[in-house]
């Protein structure tokens, strides 16, 4: 279980971006791809190691 908590806030996020990928897509589906794209971008970011140790 201590498992699983570790990873809510990583799931969150995907699920956020999922639901306002289909919400776009229920719109028009162009924007749909869009916010897909910049979900994709924000997730990457996100997902980047930060840190000084190069």
């Known amino acids: 279980m201590k498992n ?3 990873y809510l806030p990583f799931i969150l996020i995907v699920l956020g971006i999922i639901s306002l990928a289909v919400s776009a897509f229920m719109i028009i589906a162009p924007l ?11 997730l990457a970011y996100i997902l980047v190691p ?3 140790n190069t």
Do not use: S, T
């Open 32 to 42: 749909g791809f869009l916010v897909i794209g910049i979900g994709l971008f924000a």
């Open 50 to 52: 930060k840190g000084g």
């Open 4 to 6: 699983i908590i570790e």
